[in-house]
Every structure is written in C-alpha cells, then in structure tokens.
C-alpha cells in the first residue's frame, strides 16, 4: 500500500492519514492493532519513504473511512508506534511466509471479501492451481 496522506505538526512530528473508500468498516479497537497502519509508522520511524523526511517522529495514524453510513465520512484511530521491534518481527514473519515455497491457506474474516476463492483449497469453489 501507499500512504495516502502525511502531515506533519509544527514540532515536525508526522500523522499518516489513510484513505479508504470501501464500506467496511474496522472497528475502533482493531485500529490500534492494524498492521497496515503499523506498518506505515514504521516507515516513518526507520526512514523508509523515497524522499527522505526531516524527522522520524510519528504520532500516530488514521484511517478514513470516505463512504461512510452515517455522515459524510468516519474516522479510525492507531496510536503511535511503541514497539518498532515486535512490528518489524511480524512483517520478517510475514514476509518469509508470503515468500515460502508453500502458502497455508487460513479461514479469516477476509474470506467474505477474498477475490482470490476460486484458487482456494478451503472453498468448494475453489480449484488446484498447481498439481
């Protein structure tokens, strides 16, 4: 993904904002847990960006829900990065899964909007891509 937003206040600290125009909503708590979000901050903290930042101070993220029910837009809320260590272990974790000569597949709520089912073992529809 990409950051669609970066802000930054007058003490030179960032705030990433991310857009999202698809109607689901996560919830509140599982905003201060979101990886995507996480992930940005810490691209920030370590200096991950093309163009170099003048500061690797992050405040926190946002997500912003456009297409929202009940006003013109809704908000979502993360903290910021406390532990850059335990989020960099999860992605190498990741990382090496995605890269790996096999891929598990595992029921989550991300089934419901998967575009991928037809390839999936767990799904009747599903059918071997490799044999």
């Known amino acids: 993904g990409n950051v669609?937003?970066?802000?930054?206040?007058?003490?030179?600290?960032?705030?990433?904002?991310?857009?999202?125009t698809g109607k689901k909503e996560i919830t509140e708590?599982?905003?201060?847990?979101n990886l995507q979000l996480a992930c940005y901050q810490?691209?920030?903290?370590?200096d991950g960006f093309e163009?170099?930042?003048k500061s690797?101070?992050?405040?926190?993220a946002q997500l912003v829900y456009l297409a929202s029910k009940n006003k013109s837009y809704s908000t979502r809320?993360?903290?910021?990065?406390?532990?850059?260590?335990?989020?960099?272990?999860?992605?190498?974790?990741?990382?090496?899964g995605m890269g790996g000569a096999t891929f598990t597949a595992r029921k989550n709520d991300m089934c419901k909007q998967c575009k991928v089912k037809p390839s999936c073992p767990l799904y009747l529809e599903g059918k071997a891509v490799h044999q």
């Open 77 to 96: 809320e993360q903290g910021a990065l406390v532990d850059v260590d335990a989020t960099t272990a999860i992605l190498e974790e990741i990382a090496v």
């Open 42 to 46: 810490l691209g920030v903290v370590l």
């Open 56 to 60: 690797t101070d992050v405040t926190g």
């Open 4 to 20: 669609d937003r970066l802000e930054v206040d007058s003490d030179g600290k960032h705030y990433i904002i991310d857009f999202k």
């Open 29 to 33: 708590d599982e905003a201060k847990t």
């Open 51 to 53: 163009e170099k930042l």
